[in-house]
């Protein structure tokens, strides 16, 4: 096996280290934007904010749906 002088060895590494560069330039080329980054989060506030509303909606109809059926029950009831 041939041994590499100091020369070549940076030159190998110089290559190794471009490949990896290259790589990790990539990958970060695919990651959000800051400006994108806060704009999700804003959806993402948003959402939650809409979900709580939706959420009380869903409580109060199933009360009012739970009333009604025992109104419902207790008229069913009466005209027997």
Known sequence: MQSLDDDEKKMV????LADELKAIREGI?????RTEFNELKTDVEELKSDMKVV?????????????HDTIFKTLKRKAV
């Open 29 to 33: 080329s695919n990651l959000p934007t």
């Open 55 to 67: 959420k009380a909606a869903v409580t109060d109809q199933s009360k009012q749906l739970q009333q």
């Open 13 to 16: 590494l110089g290559e190794v």
